[in-house]
């Protein structure tokens, strides 16, 4: 199986930019990526696209051709929805074409404009990624939903609020030197336990905040990357999705995220590899809790164990298994439709020695990205290798 | 804005619970959901039929949110809860008991309610 490389990546500053429109900011992305790439724009034979929220942020639908317009590209434009996971679907589907030789050069990435609406807009339109019946009428919110999911952590599994803040402290520190991120501020303990409560026993530094931003990546078959002389020595090298039930009250139990476990076991399947080979990983920490639930669906940890990572250092980038090296969503930020891309590309920097946070992993040669949708009712879950 | 249609079988759900007659959807091999559903997610039969909801149940999980989306501005704070009812689990807003004092196993029985910000319909859990 040829695996696809990573030709360029593109990433704007995360944070809150309510004037600048969801083409303008994938603009900046995009034509970081093409740039970085050195592919010829005219070789791209599509744009798979993520978003979430356009009709409700900008009222704005048919995202795919604007957003290949905004960086110069007439090819096939599709927007992929899948709710926080939607640009880690279009990484998936990108590999697939890339590998059965539908095509050679494919820009995947995403976009999301929040903060223009405002906290309780944006809380609005996040949660119809719930069962709107069955749980937005209920009151729902996604720090609703985790919270929900935190208790039962709790419950099953043992742990405590001063776990969930010693994740958040390690994302800050983390994001320190990510310009990238939205939040570059170092957090204490104290701070998060002391923080208001959005969603008992959720607080708001267990929470990422409400972003703007765009991520863009070129991706190209391995025989595109060869023949043109790329400098791409990161290749994706496996790819898996999973699902589950909508709405949590219709799953075996709140604690577990049995979708994102399908699409570890299909992405290390895929590429060969086992839990014990990852040597960083980006995951989807949208809460804090979500760190710990996907760093055990990725087998990284057992079940009820991953609750202490982040207490015990392990997950910190001076431990045996750097997670969330970017400063994960909770301080990079998560521009949601863009979020599985920008995890894609802190890998491939990580990896390829570029990410200011490279020296965690000296010789790192195997990453992965964890990119979960609403109450993980969608993941997918890339591996990404060092090709050469 | 789009004016909101009726929602069918869930508003005809609601309405089973104000006429005390609450029910669920069962499949012929016992798996239980709540309307509208065609076919059973876990099996796939579509041999569903309505059969009564136990009369309580216990919360399994909950959370006090206090920062609400616009439609439940002035309900926050409130909890909301996932209630297991052996059959199925239901999520709704739970009333009647101070917030704190809200736990896992909690038994609560299950009304149709007013959201206090829109005066729309919502599924409400009081103790038993």
């Known amino acids: ?388 | 804005m789009i004016d909101a249609a009726p929602d069918g079988a869930y508003d005809a759900w609601l309405d089973s619970i104000e006429d005390d007659a609450p029910y669920y959807l069962e499949c012929e091999n016992g798996h239980g959901w709540l309307p509208p559903r065609r076919i059973c997610p876990e099996c796939r039969s579509r041999d569903l039929t309505e059969e009564p909801l136990p009369d309580s149940g216990e919360v399994t999980t909950h959370t006090t949110i206090t920062v609400p989306t616009p439609q439940f501005e002035d309900d926050a704070p409130y909890v909301t809860a996932v209630v297991d009812f052996g059959p199925v689990s239901i999520t709704g807003i739970v009333r009647g008991i101070d917030p704190e004092d809200v736990a896992i196993g909690t038994v609560v029985g299950l009304e149709v309610g007013e959201r206090v910000t829109t005066g729309d319909r919502a599924v409400v859990f009081r103790p038993r």
């Open chain 1, 1 to 388: 199986m040829s695996n696809p490389r990573v030709a360029g990546a593109g990433v704007t500053k995360f944070g809150k930019h309510p004037e600048r429109t969801g083409r303008d900011l994938f603009a900046e992305a995009g034509l970081e990526a093409l740039d970085q790439s050195g592919v010829d724009p005219d070789d791209v034979d599509a744009l798979f696209y993520g978003n979430f929220m356009g009709e409700l942020a900008e009222h704005q639908g048919h995202q795919g051709p604007l957003m290949a317009e905004a960086i110069g590209l007439d090819v096939p434009a599709t927007r992929f929805e899948a709710a926080c996971a939607s640009a880690g679907a279009t990484v998936r589907a990108a590999v697939k074409d890339l590998r059965n030789g539908e095509a050679d050069v494919i820009v995947v990435g995403g976009a999301e404009r929040m903060t223009n609406i405002g906290t309780a807009a944006a809380t609005d339109a996040l949660a119809i990624a719930a069962d709107d019946l069955y749980e937005v009428r209920a009151g729902m919110t996604f720090p609703g939903a985790y919270a929900l999911m935190a208790r039962s952590y709790f419950e099953a599994y043992g742990g405590s609020r001063e776990d969930l803040a010693h994740i958040a402290v390690k994302n800050h520190e983390h994001a320190l030197v990510n310009d990238h991120a939205q939040i570059q501020k170092e957090i204490t303990v104290e701070d998060a336990l002391e923080a208001p409560t959005i969603a008992s026993p959720l607080g708001l530094y267990d929470s990422c905040p409400i972003t703007d931003g765009a991520a863009a990546a070129v991706l190209t078959s391995e025989a595109y990357a060869e023949d043109h002389g790329l400098d791409a020595p990161v290749a994706v090298s496996g790819t898996g999705q999973g699902g589950d039930n909508l709405a949590l009250q219709d799953r075996d139990h709140f604690a577990q995220t049995p979708a994102a476990d399908k699409a570890a076991r299909e992405a290390y399947a895929d590429a060969g590899v086992s839990a014990a080979d990852v040597d960083v990983a980006e995951v989807h920490d949208c809460f804090t809790i979500a760190e710990v639930l996907a760093i055990e669906s990725l087998g990284l940890y057992e079940r009820g164990e991953g609750i202490t990572a982040a207490t015990d250092g392990e997950t910190s980038r001076h431990g045996d298994l750097p997670v969330n090296l970017s400063g994960g969503l909770k301080a990079k930020g998560h521009p949601v439709g863009a979020t599985g891309v920008a995890q894609l590309a802190t890998i491939a920097w990580v990896l390829d020695g570029s990410h200011p946070r490279a020296d965690a992993v000296e010789d790192g040669r195997v990453g992965v990205c964890h990119n979960a949708g609403g109450t993980v009712a969608s993941t997918t879950v890339h591996v990404l290798e060092v090709a050469e």
